[in-house]
């Protein structure tokens, strides 16, 4: 019987994890090193930690590189040393150059979090929730030096939930991981593995987020900002801002929210307290929040955090006056309008 395949892992997320596992343990082919982020300042305290993946590769005793650039003549040296056969990405946060992709006699295989051509590139999950899209999935894709440009060899197709949020969606497809690339191995192995060019008339992209990304524009529907408290929950994470007693702007994060049509008000403005929480207005019907977090604070249900602040009705979220949000109401497509508040929940 022939020797077993030597296989590269190169990652640096959570999301790769369990891929990463099922390779240390699997009967196709034999995890030889993995190659990561080198270790980082993490909290308050900065800390400096380990990437993830680099934890699970010490504990399953694999090798590990950590290499500032991929990209660099002495990192390409070592990887090349392992000797690999096959290299496996999962969210690895390089450009791989070409002198790698080339680099292993089988294939240089990429997991991505999307059922490519969709939402290519950095934050594929938060984009297909923003986008509304009733389904994701993991492509596994033959690298290519392009933003996932790459053939396609296989697609694992899941529903994304009703009230799916980017960590749920996450943790999801990370478990989905490991039998797509199990199935993609399998098929080239055994000489079978298809190559579908994708049609790249159908492409999306997904930008690398920062912690303000999640700024939330008070005049889009309440419908799109459900999607925004969910997509970036729990990182970078919706927010926006709010009038602290001590007459400071704090920034106010939102992680649970319910759109709700019947409370309409100036986007901004709180339009009405409940039981639950504080309704904002937004473009298109109210948003009620449910679950945020004042800067410097801790996480709290909305109700406790109103005991702990006062924001009352008629105050003004997003620095927006109650003048100019009113002004950008007026000034939004009534046709438009119509058409969101239709969809609204």
């Given at each position: 019987?022939n020797?077993?395949?030597?296989?590269?892992?190169?990652?640096?997320?959570?999301?790769?994890?369990?891929?990463?596992?099922?390779?240390?343990?699997n009967?196709?082919?034999?995890?030889?090193?993995?190659?990561t982020?080198?270790?980082?300042?993490?909290?308050?305290?900065?800390?400096?930690?380990?990437?993830?993946?680099?934890?699970?590769a010490?504990?399953?005793?694999?090798p590990?590189?950590?290499?500032?650039?991929?990209?660099?003549?002495?990192a390409?040296?070592?990887?090349?040393?392992?000797?690999?056969?096959?290299?496996?990405?999962?969210?690895?946060?390089?450009?791989?150059?070409?002198?790698?992709?080339?680099?292993?006699?089988?294939?240089?295989?990429?997991?991505?979090?999307?059922?490519?051509?969709?939402?290519?590139?950095?934050?594929?999950?938060?984009?297909?929730?923003?986008?509304?899209?009733?389904?994701?999935?993991?492509?596994?894709?033959?690298?290519?030096?392009?933003l996932?440009?790459?053939?396609?060899?296989?697609?694992?197709?899941?529903?994304?939930?009703?009230?799916?949020?980017?960590?749920?969606l996450?943790?999801?497809?990370?478990?989905?991981?490991?039998?797509?690339?199990?199935?993609?191995?399998?098929?080239?192995?055994?000489?079978?593995?298809?190559?579908?060019?994708?049609?790249?008339?159908?492409?999306?992209?997904?930008?690398?987020?920062?912690?303000?990304?999640?700024?939330?524009?008070?005049?889009?529907?309440?419908?799109?900002?459900?999607?925004?408290?969910?997509?970036?929950?729990?990182?970078?994470?919706?927010?926006?801002?709010?009038?602290?007693?001590?007459?400071?702007?704090?920034?106010?994060?939102?992680?649970?929210a319910?759109?709700?049509?019947?409370?309409?008000?100036?986007?901004?403005?709180?339009?009405?307290?409940?039981?639950?929480?504080?309704?904002?207005?937004?473009?298109?019907?109210?948003?009620?929040?449910?679950?945020?977090?004042?800067?410097?604070?801790?996480?709290?249900?909305?109700?406790?955090?109103?005991?702990?602040?006062?924001?009352?009705?008629?105050?003004?979220l997003?620095?927006?006056?109650?003048?100019?949000?009113?002004?950008?109401?007026?000034?939004?497509?009534?046709?438009?309008?119509?058409?969101?508040?239709?969809?609204?929940?």
């Amino acid at each position: 019987m022939n020797e077993k395949p030597r296989v590269v892992f190169l990652g640096s997320g959570e999301i790769g994890l369990p891929a990463l596992k099922w390779l240390s343990r699997n009967d196709l082919v034999r995890l030889v090193g993995v190659v990561t982020q080198p270790d980082k300042p993490v909290g308050r305290s900065q800390t400096l930690t380990a990437p993830a993946p680099k934890q699970m590769a010490l504990e399953l005793g694999v090798p590990v590189l950590q290499p500032v650039k991929v990209r660099r003549p002495e990192a390409l040296a070592e990887i090349a040393a392992l000797g690999p056969e096959l290299v496996v990405v999962m969210a690895y946060g390089q450009i791989l150059p070409k002198a790698l992709l080339e680099l292993p006699r089988i294939a240089c295989l990429n997991l991505h979090a999307s059922l490519l051509p969709a939402h290519r590139g950095a934050a594929p999950i938060p984009a297909s929730i923003l986008a509304g899209d009733r389904e994701t999935g993991i492509t596994v894709m033959y690298m290519a030096e392009g933003l996932d440009t790459g053939d396609i060899l296989l697609t694992r197709a899941i529903p994304i939930r009703r009230r799916e949020t980017g960590g749920s969606l996450h943790d999801r497809l990370a478990e989905l991981a490991p039998a797509a690339l199990a199935d993609a191995l399998r098929l080239l192995v055994e000489g079978k593995a298809p190559r579908v060019p994708q049609d790249s008339s159908r492409a999306s992209y997904a930008g690398k987020l920062d912690r303000d990304t999640g700024r939330i524009n008070w005049s889009e529907s309440s419908t799109q900002l459900d999607r925004l408290v969910r997509a970036f929950n729990p990182w970078p994470s919706a927010y926006t801002t709010v009038t602290a007693g001590d007459g400071t702007n704090r920034r106010l994060k939102i992680f649970r929210a319910l759109p709700v049509r019947r409370f309409h008000g100036p986007p901004g403005q709180v339009v009405a307290l409940l039981s639950r929480g504080p309704v904002v207005g937004t473009g298109v019907g109210g948003l009620l929040l449910l679950e945020v977090q004042l800067e410097g604070k801790r996480r709290l249900p909305a109700t406790e955090f109103l005991r702990g602040m006062q924001l009352p009705l008629g105050a003004m979220l997003g620095g927006l006056s109650a003048d100019l949000s009113a002004e950008a109401t007026r000034l939004s497509s009534p046709k438009s309008l119509a058409k969101e508040e239709g969809a609204a929940s």
